[in-house]
């Protein structure tokens, strides 16, 4: 059976200092963004570093009420979700639900980039939280 993953899409890692992080990765990597964006929806403004095919991703709390932000209370910095390349976001997650994981998103939903994502809970998958990714065509 050919795997549901079929590339790491990115890391994301949560950072109170965003500005700081990209000037970090710059400095000691020469690592450039690649692309930037506010996600209203998730309460985060997100720094795309890109890695081969793959990107490393800053993120940062733009209000307060927004769940890196209460991530980065509890937890402090650091790695936050891997996001996980699928062809087909929605049966990705279907096939998910019925192992019987745990998810956020009952349904996939729109991501940054024109992506389609779904989250499942860490609490289903070892103690990473897993975003499935569906780059759009
Ligand atoms: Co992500």
Redesign the pocket.
Known sequence: MDSLLTEI??V?IAVFDLEAAIAWYADVFGATVEHREIVEADGVE?ALLRVADSYV?L?TPTRDDSPVAKYLEKRGEGL????YRVDDCAHALEVVKQSGSRVIDESPRP??RGTT?AFIHPKGSFGTLI?L?EVGG
């Open positions: 899409d990115h994301a997100e991703q993120l936050h979700h891997v996001g991501g940054s994502v975003e990714v």
